[in-house]
């Protein structure tokens, strides 16, 4: 209606406006009208109604069932057989092996370092030279003390014949038949048979003295013997079993002292990964009704780009569980490597075995449950908060249990807006 006003007014009204109005008041009237046409033309916009948002998610049909997860943690490797192989004799290294170097593969009984034997194998004659006379000294001894125990039974014999003559003389001087003289001539007889007894029993008591302690003399002579023997044949070391060396100190004209360490020997039949269960897988796989050991394990060694895998078994687990980080160590045994194997102790593996069995549940990525307590699923294309329990945890993952159905459309990703009967669409 302003419009049409304005299109309206007489043209001789617009002049005397003109003529007669200052032109500062014109110019300030200008602007007003000016506005006032700017609202009276300004166009009209009518707001549309806004859409619902739709939210792309990732999601995936579900299907509960039997569960057994994989146990996967990282370990070293180790010798379950580590020994220091030492010189337990002093003298020079005459010879060296050619195999008396890091890394070297040795087999049982290869001679790796002999000692100059000289001192030993001179020990070892004059340690047997002693003992034969020693034996031959007891030999001797023995041979006395049997002559003198025939010897003194036949003074015994002789001492009850002079003591029946004694006594029959002592019979017959009370009758009066024989003569004083007889009596004591026959009781002179007597007394000189018991002196002879008497000494004759003591020499044997004193060479069967004589006789035990040089039987003494000889078993310390002949445990002379067997040390000196012993340290002759420590003066060539072998290797005690199949391994792998490091630690290698010995050197040709090297002079080397008793119990000195010159090499370290790592069993290749015995190696084993020891590495660390967490409190909960302990507690889940000691929960599962079977046996902890025994259990297979699948050692991985990622080297060069490549990865390779070897069999073994879980053969033992700690004494104790470590306060710091709750865990427990667990030890599996591989399987006997070759001597060729490229496997050496110390080596960073990954372990991977068995979880315990869970029936009628899922395994999902962590960000899918959300508060630790609850899921989304897709219905008629919007979300719907499912109630879920948490029965452990597999890597990255989250072992589940709920009210599925099987091909229910699970969400897998974190969405922050996320809430019930959002609308979603799966991509």
């Known amino acids: 209606m302003l419009k049409q006003l304005f299109f309206t007014l007489p043209k001789s009204l617009m002049i005397w406006v003109w003529r007669h109005v200052p032109l500062p008041f014109l110019l300030i009237g200008g602007a007003v009208l000016l506005s006032i046409l700017l609202v009276i ?14 939210w792309a998610i990732r999601a995936q049909a579900i299907s509960p069932g039997p569960v057994q997860p994989d146990i996967e943690q990282y370990g070293e490797l180790r010798s379950g057989r580590t020994i220091d192989l030492r010189s337990y004799v002093t003298g020079e290294i005459i010879h060296a092996s050619d195999k008396m170097q890091e890394g070297s593969i040795v087999k049982t009984g290869d001679v790796l370092v002999r000692i100059d034997p000289f001192d030993y194998e001179k020990n070892l004659i004059e340690r047997r030279s002693q003992l034969q006379e020693a034996q031959a000294t007891y030999t001797e001894l023995e041979a006395q003390a049997k002559a003198e125990a025939k010897l003194l039974a036949v003074d015994k014999t002789q001492l009850d014949l002079i003591k029946k003559d004694y006594n029959r003389a002592q019979t017959l001087r009370k009758s009066g038949t024989v003569s004083e003289k007889f009596l004591d001539n026959a009781q002179t007889a007597y007394n000189q048979q018991i002196q002879q007894f008497t000494n004759r029993e003591t020499q044997l008591k004193i060479l069967q003295a004589r006789l035990l302690k040089q039987k003494a003399t000889t078993q310390r002579l002949a445990a002379a013997r067997d040390r000196a023997e012993r340290d002759l044949q420590r003066s060539v070391i072998k290797a005690p079993f199949d391994g792998f060396l490091s630690d290698v100190t010995a050197e040709q004209h090297k002079r080397v002292g008793a119990n000195e360490k ?11 990964v020891r590495f660390t269960l967490t409190n909960d897988q ?30 073994a078994i879980l053969e033992r687990v700690g004494g104790q569980i470590d306060p710091r980080t709750g865990g427990i160590d667990a030890y599996a045994r591989l399987t006997p ?7 050496r102790p110390g080596a960073f593996v990954r372990v991977s075995l068995k979880d315990r069995l869970y029936d009628n549940a899922l395994i999902v990525p962590l960000n899918t449950v959300y508060e630790k307590s609850y899921v989304f699923v897709v219905k008629d294309g919007r979300l719907s908060r499912l109630p879920v329990t948490i029965l452990g945890q597999s890597g990255d993952n989250w072992i589940i249990q709920g009210n599925f159905n099987p091909g229910d459309i699970l969400m897998t990703e974190r969405l922050s807006e996320a809430g019930d009967g959002i609308r979603v669409e799966v991509r």
């Open 337 to 343: 490597q070759p001597l060729t194997t490229t496997l």
């Open 262 to 272: 010159i090499a370290r020997l790592a069993d290749v039949s015995r190696l084993e």
């Open 41 to 54: 033309f300004a166009p009209t916009i009518t707001p549309k109604p806004q859409a619902e948002k739709v």
């Open 282 to 311: 302990y507690s889940r796989l000691q929960d599962s009704g079977e046996s902890l050991t025994g259990r297979p394990v699948i050692v991985y060694w990622d080297i060069g780009g490549n990865t390779k895998s070897y069999e």
